[in-house]
């Protein structure tokens, strides 16, 4: 057990809910080695119900983990994008009471960038606010909330958008290994993440990207349910897809793919 290990309240649900989701994330951090002994673990915390679940999970994790690490909880705001109502105040109080060391950045837009901003860009600058704030602060690993959805998804938009069968990488180092993000709820649905964020009562945020409803990913999203409802397996063949194409380029007997991870 870390020594690090905040205080956690939850209820018997919650428990229950948080050990059988921690067999899917353990076996996404065996599969591809996330997290190892002495990590300090930079957490991206949008405030929404992912990246509030693996927070929650890797800190009740610590305790039985067989490496230890620390978690450091990272948000980005762009206050052109905050709801009225929308207050960091329940999630600062949600942070304190979980004991883990937290910070809030702001993203750096220069004045004379058109706004609203484009999903390249918004992308862009929060993920320079994570890096170089994760760096500053010590921490070589940086976790993201993308769940077995987002790898389906994205791995749609790649097909659909760039000709390309790849997706959502569990893990990729940056910067010369400087920075390596990771992905510890690559196995897990997201189904069940709504669940257990409804079960814990996590302080989520109202806000959000004022173009989500007319992204590509929700194009992806909405094209997805909608072939599940003939095909309950899609987003399980999508996966075996790119595990095939990945296991051909192995043997040099696919034209090796770009990395695509982060196309937004």
Same mark, same amino acid.
């Given at each position: 057990?870390?020594?690090? $290990?905040?205080?956690?309240?939850?209820?018997?649900?919650?428990?229950?809910?948080?050990?059988?989701?921690?067999?899917?994330?353990?076996?996404?951090? !065996?599969?591809?080695?996330?997290?190892?002994?002495?990590?300090?673990?930079?957490?991206? =915390?949008?405030?929404?119900?992912?990246?509030?679940?693996?927070?929650?999970?890797?800190? =009740? !994790?610590?305790?039985?983990?067989?490496? /230890?690490?620390?978690?450091?909880?990272?948000?980005?705001?762009?206050?052109?994008?905050?709801?009225?109502?929308?207050?960091?105040?329940?999630?600062?109080?949600?942070? %304190? %009471?979980?004991?883990?060391?937290?910070?809030?950045?702001?993203?750096?837009?220069?004045?004379?960038?058109?706004? &609203?901003?484009?999903?390249?860009?918004? *992308?862009?600058?929060?993920?320079?606010?994570?890096?170089?704030?994760?760096?500053?602060?010590?921490?070589?690993?940086?976790?993201?909330?993308?769940?077995?959805?987002?790898? *389906?998804?994205?791995?749609?938009?790649?097909?659909?958008?760039?000709?390309?069968?790849?997706?959502?990488? &569990?893990?990729?180092?940056?910067?010369?290994? @400087?920075?390596?993000?990771?992905? &510890?709820?690559?196995?897990?649905?997201?189904?069940?993440?709504? /669940?257990? $964020?409804? =079960?814990?009562?996590?302080?989520?945020?109202?806000?959000?990207? &004022?173009?989500?409803? $007319?992204?590509?990913? @929700?194009?992806?999203?909405?094209?997805?349910? *909608?072939?599940?409802?003939?095909?309950?397996?899609?987003? !399980?063949?999508?996966?075996?897809?790119?595990?095939?194409?990945?296991?051909?380029?192995?043997?040099?007997?696919?034209?090796?793919?770009?990395?695509?991870?982060?196309?937004?």
């Amino acid at each position: 057990m870390s020594e690090h $290990a905040g205080s956690i309240h939850t209820n018997a649900l919650a428990d229950r809910l948080a050990f059988y989701l921690l067999k899917k994330v353990n076996q996404a951090i !065996r599969d591809h080695r996330l997290v190892e002994e002495g990590d300090r673990v930079a957490v991206a =915390v949008s405030g929404g119900k992912d990246s509030l679940s693996l927070l929650r999970l890797l800190q =009740v !994790r610590q305790h039985s983990a067989p490496e /230890r690490y620390d978690l450091v909880a990272l948000h980005v705001q762009d206050e052109s994008q905050r709801g009225d109502g929308d207050s960091l105040e329940p999630l600062e109080a949600w942070l %304190q %009471q979980a004991g883990v060391e937290y910070h809030f950045l702001a993203m750096d837009v220069g004045q004379d960038e058109p706004r &609203p901003l484009s999903c390249f860009r918004c *992308a862009w600058h929060r993920r320079k606010a994570l890096f170089l704030t994760a760096q500053r602060l010590g921490c070589h690993k940086l976790a993201f909330g993308h769940h077995a959805d987002d790898v *389906a998804h994205t791995t749609l938009l790649n097909l659909f958008y760039h000709g390309r069968l790849e997706t959502m990488a &569990p893990r990729v180092a940056f910067f010369d290994g @400087q920075i390596t993000v990771i992905r &510890p709820l690559v196995y897990v649905p997201e189904k069940e993440l709504v /669940r257990f $964020a409804r =079960v814990c009562g996590f302080p989520l945020q109202s806000g959000c990207c &004022p173009q989500a409803a $007319a992204s590509r990913r @929700q194009r992806m999203r909405e094209l997805l349910r *909608a072939v599940e409802q003939d095909v309950p397996r899609a987003k !399980r063949n999508l996966t075996r897809a790119v595990q095939r194409c990945r296991a051909a380029q192995m043997n040099e007997q696919w034209p090796r793919c770009q990395n695509a991870g982060d196309v937004l």
